[in-house]
């Protein structure tokens, strides 16, 4: 299993807005691919900025292909997310996940 993590930033008052954009637009496009298997979406935020970090999980890197497209290493926008964020990190990290437990 792969690990792909993105990580962006809006001002503070977008805070929740942004949330809701994706829950509703980016999540399904993610569970809509075929080897998804799940995804951790973490929010934070401090005076100045509202942070957002998205760890999604894959089958394999073949489908995080389909996903992202053949330069995988590169982050996917949509085209609301100019709306929102305040840098565009052009790549996203990979790792392989090798163990994972849960206690729930």
Known sequence: MIARIWKGRTKPE???????????????DYKSTKGFVKLTFLRGRD???AYFELITFWQNMEV???????DHQRAK?????KKYLIDFPKEVIHYEVFAEESVI
């Open 14 to 28: 977008h805070f929740e807005e942004y949330t809701q954009f994706m829950i509703d637009r980016a999540i399904p």
């Open 47 to 49: 005076e100045d900025f």
């Open 77 to 81: 926008y949509y085209p609301e997310d």
């Open 64 to 70: 995080i292909k389909n996903f992202a497209g053949d």
